[in-house]
């Protein structure tokens, strides 16, 4: 049998959190939205290629995990579990937010 173990990488991720009340869920009509890391880089307010080395790591160690526990509105997450389908076939995983495939971000009609 095996036994539970949980990684994480010593990554500060409190970079990233812009806090739930300034956070409008990935509303694609949020065109002025400033938070999000990609006008954050272009602002200098975070380094691009730290950026791109912590989303690399973060993949990469949950695409080794046996089960996904996230949220499926976060692109990272759904990479990481497509990984982690197509190394070992389809994996249990608990959306914490959405169904998979829900309008208007659906990626399977």
């Keep these: 049998s095996k036994e539970f173990s949980c990684?994480?990488?010593?990554?500060?991720?409190?970079?990233?959190?812009?806090?739930?009340?300034?956070?409008?869920?990935?509303?694609?009509?949020?065109?002025a939205y400033d938070q999000w890391v990609e006008r954050r880089i272009e602002r200098g307010e975070l380094d691009g290629s730290e950026v791109g080395l912590h989303v690399i790591a973060e993949i990469t160690i949950l695409s080794e995990c046996d089960f996904f526990v996230g949220r499926l509105d976060s692109a990272i997450s759904r990479l990481a579990l497509m990984l982690m389908t197509s190394k070992r076939g389809p994996r249990p995983f608990v959306s914490l937010d959405k169904p998979w495939a829900q309008a208007p971000y659906a990626l399977i009609n």
Aim: aromatic share 8%.
């Design 7 to 31: 990684f994480s990488l010593p990554i500060g991720r409190s970079v990233y959190d812009v806090g739930a009340r300034a956070a409008p869920e990935h509303n694609p009509q949020e065109s």
